[in-house]
């Protein structure tokens, strides 16, 4: 499956931003979809992560309360909904496919080029 993540960008504190991934190529809905984000000399994070069908969702610590994500399996998009955004939370945002509902970047085969989220203070 290919993935094309955008929407990122520079918003000051506080802000919003919603990133979109468009998946092609393969059934969309046979995957659970995740975001990822990795800043500067920083390891790869999980941020969130949806089922198959969009019932349920799973958010790091860090972003529960201000991110929310959702699906759409006609249009073959993920969304994630950036809210209250923090100086911390920039960095490279990367959505990814795979078959199993985990936090774990290693369970997703399938990624996307990324889109930078530069927050302000």
């Known amino acids: 499956v290919q993935l094309q993540a955008s929407g990122g960008g520079l918003v000051q504190a506080g802000g919003s931003l919603r990133l979109s991934c468009a998946a092609s190529?393969?059934?969309?809905?046979?995957?659970?979809m995740g975001w990822f984000r990795q800043a500067p000399g920083k390891e790869r994070e999980f941020v969130a992560g949806?089922?198959?069908?969009?019932?349920?969702?799973l958010f790091a610590d860090s972003v529960k309360g201000r991110f929310t994500i959702s699906r759409d399996n006609v249009k073959n998009t993920v969304y994630l909904q950036m809210n209250s955004l923090k100086p911390e939370d920039t960095a490279v945002y990367y959505c990814?496919?795979?078959?199993?509902?985990?936090?774990?970047?290693?369970?997703?085969?399938?990624w996307g080029q990324g889109t930078q989220v530069t927050v302000s203070s």
């Open positions: 190529g393969r059934t969309f809905s046979d995957y659970v």
């Open positions: 990814a496919a795979g078959r199993l509902f985990y936090k774990e970047k290693e369970r997703y085969a399938y």
């Open positions: 949806i089922t198959w069908s969009g019932g349920s969702a």
